[in-house]
């Protein structure tokens, strides 16, 4: 964010105080981690890698947003607008087998940056842009119940902190940076928009299973996020 703030700040202008708003931003939506096993030609809908299960194409999954604005006014149509947000994304699989049946789930939280050129057209406005997350924690849980107990044991669960990183050890990449989009209203001191970012990092770790063996070549998991959020600024025209 510093670095965004610098950015505003930087441009040329003899009132560059009062082309400046600041807000609050809280938002919910949908968050998808787009698996796409090493082999378009593999049948099997269910992948596991870096101990944590996927599900090809993958689902939506709810999602929040909560952070704060800063925006600058480049002309009388065109803003910039960056910020700091605190976010979440997660994901589900549920596997049915003749003998048992599994819920495998993880949830992750980041810090993201946004940068985006808006077009203002009377209350509406248009925005593209970037953005830049940084994952700081995170969860799985994975239970697996059996259809007839074994042993008087009718299933298991097993649960940790995610890792974050490139080796063997990891579960996902920490690092993601992509493009967005948004469209919105504002009304007074108020903005409500909505928003869709496609991540271009690949967020499997580079070394998969023991360290020194490289992930397959043409797998992937990308994210994407399509979000409702609700702007209140202070300084606002």
């Known amino acids: 964010m510093l670095a965004s703030i610098a950015i505003l700040w930087s441009l040329p202008t003899a009132s560059t105080a009062q082309r ?69 994304r997660s994901s589900k699989v549920t596997v ?5 049946s599994g819920d495998y789930r993880f949830s992750v939280y980041q810090l993201q940056v946004p940068l985006n050129l808006h077009y203002r057209f009377k209350r509406f406005f248009f925005g593209a842009g970037g953005y830049f997350s ?7 849980k994975h239970v697996v119940k059996f259809t007839y107990p074994i042993g008087g044991v009718d299933g298991s669960e097993d649960s940790d902190n995610l890792k974050f990183g490139s080796d063997a050890e990891s579960n996902l990449q920490r690092s993601d940076f992509g493009l967005r989009g948004e469209l919105g209203i504002g009304i007074k001191r108020t903005r409500l928009s909505i928003a869709f970012e496609q991540g271009f990092v690949n967020g499997l770790p580079k070394e998969f299973g023991v360290p020194g063996q490289q992930r397959p070549r043409d797998a992937q998991l990308r994210n994407q996020t399509i979000t409702a959020s609700l702007v209140y600024y202070w300084l606002a025209k």
């Open 96 to 100: 049915s087998e003749m003998y048992s």
């Open 20 to 88: 400046l708003r600041f807000g609050l931003k809280a938002g919910a939506g949908f968050a998808k981690m787009d698996y796409q096993p090493d082999n378009a030609q593999d049948t099997f809908s269910i992948q596991f890698y870096g101990n944590l299960w996927y599900k090809t194409g993958g689902a939506y999954r709810p999602s929040f947003l909560l952070g704060g604005v800063v925006e600058y006014d480049v002309s009388k149509d065109f803003l910039l607008s960056s910020g700091i947000q605190l976010s979440s």
């Open 134 to 140: 940084s994952a700081f924690a995170g969860r799985y």
